[in-house]
């Protein structure tokens, strides 16, 4: 994934972008890639890279690891990549904060009071594409079908489709 970021409405105490990621040596980056999780148990099934070098024309991992192929402009992305799936079984990772919040349940989340959106670039290499969600704070949006593309799709999730209330916003753990 390339840069995640929430919108936030202007005012003066809040910026107008709030990065979960942008890339892997951005000192803007909040929250950590650390809450995967597991339908079986079994966690060989996701596989994280948060200094992932971009690669559209591969087919298979949709990275490379030649360092005169990194994006001068974008610089690193987020790779999530997921083993075979059967049945009703699930992988998935939550970017949080503090790192393994979802193990720990305890630390500050952010404040992201004014945040009205999330925002993100995303693509799939896998052949057929996949199905995924996507939330904020525990909320998730219905899954939707990524195909496979060697170009980003820009995605919105307004916080209001989510049912976040303000009270729920100030205190973020998983983004």
């Not at 929250?31 to 992932?52: H, M, R, W």
């Not at 990194?70 to 083993?83: A, E, K, P, S």
Request: charged share 10%; proline share 7%; net charge negative.
């Amino acid at each position: 994934m390339r840069p995640i970021s929430y919108s936030m409405t202007a005012s003066p105490k809040n910026q107008t972008n709030f990065y979960v990621y942008q890339n892997a040596d951005s000192g803007l980056n909040h929250g950590f890639p650390s809450g995967e999780f597991v339908g079986n148990g079994d966690y060989s099934l996701i596989t994280v890279n948060p200094a992932a070098i971009d690669d559209p024309t591969s087919t298979t991992t949709g990275t490379t690891t030649d360092p005169n192929a990194l994006d001068q402009t974008h610089g690193t992305v987020l790779q999530v990549t997921f083993g075979a799936l059967s049945g009703s079984n699930y992988a998935g990772l939550n970017m949080e904060e503090p790192q393994d919040y979802g193990e720990l349940l305890t630390g500050v989340g952010y404040d992201l009071t004014g945040a009205t959106q999330v925002v993100f670039d995303v693509r799939t290499p896998t052949p057929g594409g996949i199905t995924v969600t996507f939330g904020v704070g525990g909320s998730t949006i219905p899954y939707i079908h990524l195909p496979q593309s060697a170009t980003y799709s820009t995605m919105t999730i307004s916080l209001s489709s989510l049912g976040l209330t303000p009270s729920e916003l100030t205190n973020v753990h998983i983004q």
